[in-house]
């Protein structure tokens, strides 16, 4: 399904989280951030609100990192991002 760009944020914000029906996506989860509203007046460290609010999913979904030359994995990522 696409969303329309031409919506109002707000009209978007609510397709999207209606999109994220949670008996179909258990391990999902929708945070809300207004990057215009949150950032506006060039204060990119506003950023940092986001960032805290989604540490501890971070931290849980870990990274993926392998080494050498056969590309030995070292660490497994558990989850994904999506912005939009």
Same mark, same amino acid.
Do not use: W
């Given at each position: 399904? *696409?969303? *329309?760009?031409?919506?109002?944020?707000?009209?978007? @914000? !609510?397709?999207? &989280?209606?999109?994220?029906?949670?008996? &179909?996506?258990?391990? &999902?989860? /929708? =945070?809300? +951030?207004?990057?215009?509203?949150?950032?506006?007046?060039?204060?990119?460290?506003?950023?940092?609100?986001?960032?805290?609010?989604?540490? @501890? #999913?971070? !931290?849980? =979904?870990? /990274? +993926?990192?392998?080494?050498?030359?056969?590309?030995?994995?070292? =660490? &497994? =990522?558990?989850?994904?991002?999506? #912005?939009?």
């Amino acid at each position: 399904m *696409s969303v *329309s760009r031409s919506l109002p944020p707000s009209r978007i @914000d !609510l397709l999207s &989280s209606a999109l994220l029906d949670p008996s &179909s996506f258990a391990l &999902s989860s /929708y =945070q809300e +951030f207004d990057f215009h509203h949150e950032c506006k007046g060039m204060k990119f460290e506003n950023v940092s609100i986001l960032i805290d609010r989604l540490n @501890d #999913t971070f !931290l849980k =979904q870990s /990274y +993926f990192e392998a080494a050498g030359p056969d590309s030995h994995k070292l =660490q &497994s =990522q558990n989850g994904a991002f999506r #912005t939009k």
